[in-house]
């Protein structure tokens, strides 16, 4: 067994697969980033109409304190993320990929469906609240083992392209983000406000509801990966000659990671805040501290949206060529350095275009950053336990760093009067994300000559 800080687990043996028609390729990157694009999707949507659903759900006389409510409620979902990871992680461990990725989507459409129908509190009193918390509370669990499985998926089928295939998670993540940010674009600009307080900030979460049940039959019709299918042979043939043995080896598998868990964690920071800080709160920002028009605000964030959809595929297949932490160190330095200026220039001149040139800036960072990081991640972790680690780490990173990230950030606004805030929680990730990224390199060049580690 590897020790805890053996560099040795970076590595993991890869299976040969068959060439893949562009047919199956195709089936792949839908189904693996169908319900990685309704999971953020439902959360932008909830975030960019969190004013509205805290009047729906949670009433108080103080304003500010109902949205924070509801934003918080948004970020208590988040805590249920790791445990998701663990028992979502374990199940497509030892039960395959695509067992994992359709339960996950299953219990994901529970949320949107929730918040479709769910009777505000003025119909229903305190269960509505309750209600909206337990369906976060069900989609957080299940959020919190997608990105591991389908990211596992992916790059089971192929060794040579896992930046480009892995990238898609985060390329499905920007056609969320435009799809989201349109639907607040238009409906706060062509609906009555009446009618969208009313009902009309509920027709995001029907079109949800409509995607998720095609992604649930596709993903149930899917073949099983080759790197599973051959760890599951091996662990069979282990299980007949020595069951006892296998199982106590199996058990322990996941003990040698943690350093390799925590390295991961760092590397899921810088992306993680730039959705929840740069897309998400960006809206709310520009509209309370900045005092935009809300269509406007909602308007920029579909170019942040659009560059990481166009340029992740592109950063992916690049990190295939040129290796991912290049690419992904020089973003998070870039970040670090320019996000506060970029900030400090739009407080001074609160226009549409400075907010577009930060937006579009952050789309960019965003794209060369997100787009190799989950082959990245899943070279860090063995097969055996891909997983597990994958969603594990993700899960922990995003909590930490994204779940409260808006309630964080607005409160810090509200307590100081400091509207730069958004720079520092973005400037602290970026650092985490760089210190990570240079000890998994390091690492990596360690293993490299022995075991056949993709380029660093």
Known sequence: MQTPASPSAIASPHSPAAPLSKAMVRRIVFSSSVGNALEWFDFLVYGYFASIIAKQFFPMQDEWLSTLLAIATFGISFLMRPLGAIVLGVYGD????????????????????????????????????????????????????????????????????????????????????????????????????????????????VFGLLVGPVGFYIRSHLDETPEFLALREA???????????????????????????????GIVAQSTVGVYVLQLYMPMYAVKQLHMPAAAAFGVVVLNGGLQFLLSPVMGALSDRIGRIRIMLTTSILMGVLI???????????????????????????????????????????TRVRSTGLSIAYSIGVTIFGGFAPTIVETFIHLTGDKLAPSYYVLIAAVLSGLSLIVVAARMRRVRPTQGVQPA
């Open 94 to 205: 030892r039960q395959g990929r695509k067992a994992a990725l359709t339960l996950a989507i299953a219990l994901m459409m529970v949320g949107t469906f929730t918040m479709a129908v769910m009777p505000p509190y003025v119909s229903i009193g305190l269960a509505a609240p309750v209600l909206i918390l337990v369906a976060r509370l069900v989609q957080g669990f299940a959020v919190g083992g997608e990105f591991g499985s389908a990211t596992a998926f992916m790059v089971e089928h192929s060794a040579s392209r896992r930046g480009y295939y892995a990238s898609w998670q985060f390329a499905s993540q920007g056609l969320a983000a435009i799809t989201a940010a349109a639907f607040g674009s238009l409906l706060t600009a062509w609906m009555p406000p009446e009618q969208l307080n009313s009902w009309g900030w509920r027709l995001p979460f």
């Open 340 to 382: 506060y200026p970029m900030f400090a220039l739009l407080q001074s001149h609160p226009t549409v275009g400075w907010l577009l040139l930060l937006q579009g800036t952050a789309g960019i960072f965003k794209a060369a950053y997100s787009g190799p990081m989950p082959a990245l991640m899943s070279e860090i972790f063995p």
């Open 235 to 265: 662990r069979e043939t282990a299980a007949r000659d020595q069951q006892a043995a296998g199982d106590e080896q199996q058990d322990a598998s996941f003990a040698s990671q943690w350093v390799n868990l925590l390295l991961a964690v």
